[in-house]
């Protein structure tokens, strides 16, 4: 009897492959065996993802893309706990031209990555800017706040505003 194999491919960017495959394919291996899957992975950062039943395949994508995102593997990781989410926002839904996508960006990071650090300790989340877009994993429960405050700053929503909101419903969620 043949099994089929189920496939899904999945583009990252070039510089973010090594990260993936990890020193002499620690990492690739590492995943493959937490995933049931098997990684095909070019220079180019084409990634084709294999397993024998979908839900393997599944729950590998979203590792992937994070890592591919800027997140450090082990944080990526966390994506198997079925408590834990990937979101991916992009920046220009957010920004008029290029110009303005540095605006937004900078707003997000802050000075030294001061603003982001905030943002991840209110909320619970680990925050990823990269490129044009910005990354959050979290567990399923911070992430609509997580979500809501980051649409609020992309807006223009000053940042004190901000804070205070993610107190204010973490403050509600938890009299709930």
């Given at each position: 009897?043949?099994?089929?194999?189920?496939?899904?491919?999945?583009?990252?960017?070039?510089?973010?492959?090594?990260?993936?495959?990890?020193?002499?394919?620690?990492?690739?291996?590492?995943?493959?065996?937490?995933?049931?899957?098997?990684?095909?992975?070019?220079?180019?950062?084409?990634?084709?993802?294999?397993?024998?039943?979908?839900?393997?395949?599944?729950?590998?994508?979203?590792?992937?893309?994070?890592?591919?995102?800027?997140f450090n593997p082990d944080i990526a990781i966390m994506l198997?706990?079925?408590?834990?989410?990937?979101?991916?926002?992009?920046?220009?839904?957010?920004?008029?031209?290029?110009?303005?996508?540095?605006?937004?960006?900078?707003?997000?990071?802050?000075?030294?990555?001061?603003?982001?650090?905030?943002?991840?300790?209110?909320?619970?989340?680990?925050?990823?800017?990269?490129?044009?877009?910005?990354?959050?994993?979290?567990?399923?429960?911070?992430?609509?706040?997580?979500?809501?405050?980051?649409?609020?700053?992309?807006?223009?929503?000053?940042?004190?505003?901000?804070?205070?909101?993610?107190?204010?419903?973490?403050?509600?969620?938890?009299?709930?």
């Open positions: 009897m043949i099994s089929k194999m189920f496939e899904q491919e999945v583009k990252i960017p070039k510089e973010r492959v090594a990260i993936l495959v990890g020193t002499k394919g620690v990492m690739k291996r590492f995943l493959q065996r937490k995933t049931k899957t098997k990684l095909t992975i070019s220079r180019e950062g084409d990634v084709i993802i294999a397993g024998k039943e979908n839900i393997d395949v599944f729950d590998a994508v979203p590792i992937i893309k994070a890592i591919g995102r800027g198997l706990d079925e408590t834990f989410a990937f979101e991916l926002i992009s920046l220009k839904d957010f920004a008029r031209n290029d110009k303005d996508m540095v605006r937004v960006r900078s707003r997000l990071i802050g000075t030294n990555g001061k603003a982001r650090h905030m943002l991840e300790k209110l909320t619970g989340l680990f925050i990823s800017v990269q490129g044009k877009t910005v990354c959050l994993i979290g567990k399923i429960d911070d992430m609509a706040i997580g979500m809501r405050a980051m649409e609020k700053l992309l807006k223009g929503a000053p940042h004190g505003n901000v804070y205070k909101f993610i107190e204010t419903e973490k403050e509600r969620v938890l009299r709930e």
